[in-house]
């Protein structure tokens, strides 16, 4: 009955062809999961592992499948496929990675780590080691997250940094958060994310945010240039980084009134400035607009029009929304240029 109110609210994914009934099978698992009719899949499933028991894929499947209602039976299920006499080779490393994958919904990381380091001694296997760095990170162990990704580069042959790249994105995010407690591990994934971010404005601001949290002011100034130098994007990444650093406030807060006053002397490009702050040997508003800020007297600017709350900052590399106070963009990887919208 399923089957033909199916075919009739879905002419479109329905058989016109009539194929022997164990293509049928086929077929019909093929449709449910491409539709996401995961009970109807799962059922599929069963009856294909019924026809070719000696195939032990279907079940591979069937466990995904009832991965996110009931781990254990997953993982009951993936196990025995492993324990198959002619589970051997690269099928095994397989068959191990989705026991690691059941261990893991099951919160039970130690067990998944242990699995995928078997399934990297049974062959090279590249998807055994990125999944051991996702959970190495995961369980906040970076540097053992670090070898695991040079390790799925070497044995998947490729070419690309950008796993390398994306990997030093997320622990430098990680560890900003914890600047306070957590200062030298900040320093360290940042001096990463410099050497293999693969581009030379991203190597500079994280060079220049090294040199703010070290209060290298010499060196700090001259990365600062050199991000003016870079375009306007860089000039509002490299005011977000002054207007509060030492607690990673970063300039999305100035839009939530935490610096209102401040953001105003940064953005209002024709807010005029005293001669006498003016440097002649700098050519950009932003060291005029520093000076400013630092000598105002409190309550001595009439904010003639203010940053509305409904502001937002999108990347100017992928154009998605910054929220929080990550210095990498979590959707792109860069350290974001960051586009004001009105």
């Known amino acids: 009955m399923w089957f033909f109110n199916f075919r009739k609210k879905n002419k479109p994914y329905s058989s016109t062809y009539k194929f022997p009934a164990d293509i049928q099978d086929f077929f019909n698992a093929l449709r449910d999961c491409h539709l996401g009719n ?4 799962f059922n599929e499933l069963k009856k294909l592992a019924g026809l070719y028991p000696e195939e032990p894929v279907f079940w591979l499947f069937a466990g995904d499948i009832l991965r996110d209602k009931n781990p254990e039976k997953a993982l009951e299920l993936h196990r025995d496929v492993l324990f198959r006499t002619g589970t051997s080779g690269v099928f095994r490393s397989m068959v191990l990675e989705h026991v690691a994958y059941d261990y893991i919904v099951l919160k039970q990381n130690q067990k998944a780590v242990s699995v995928l380091k078997e399934a990297s001694k049974c062959s090279d296997y590249p998807a055994a080691s990125l999944l051991l760095s996702e959970v190495y990170e995961s369980d906040g162990n970076f540097d053992a997250g670090m070898d695991e990704m040079k390790k799925y580069l070497s044995v998947s042959g490729s070419k690309s940094d950008v796993p390398l790249q994306r990997y030093s994105a997320r622990a430098v995010n990680h560890f900003f958060k914890s600047l306070e407690t957590d ?7 940042l001096g990463i994310y410099s050497k293999k971010c693969g581009d030379s404005n991203q190597s500079l601001a994280a060079d220049y945010m090294v040199f703010l949290i070290e209060s290298n002011a010499k060196k700090a100034v001259n990365c600062l240039k050199k991000l003016i130098e870079a375009g306007d994007g860089w000039e509002i990444f490299a005011r977000s980084m002054l ?3 030492n607690n990673g406030s970063e300039i999305n807060y100035s839009a939530e009134g935490v610096f209102k006053e401040i ?8 807010l005029k400035y005293e001669a006498k702050n003016a440097d002649e040997a700098g050519n950009t508003q932003i060291e005029h607009k520093l000076l400013i800020r630092n000598a105002l007297p409190e309550g001595s ?3 003639e029009a203010v940053v509305p709350d409904k502001s937002l900052f999108v990347c100017g590399e992928c154009g998605k929304r910054i929220d929080g106070l990550m210095p990498v963009c979590p959707t792109c990887q860069k350290i974001t240029t960051r586009k004001f919208l009105k």
Not at 38 to 41: C, D, L
Not at 183 to 189: G, I
């Open 301 to 303: 600017v009439s904010l």
């Open 263 to 270: 953001f105003h002397v940064l953005m209002n490009k024709n």
């Open 38 to 41: 995961h009970a109807e899949y």
């Open 243 to 245: 207007l509060n650093f």
């Open 183 to 189: 200062k030298e591990s900040v320093l360290k994934w």
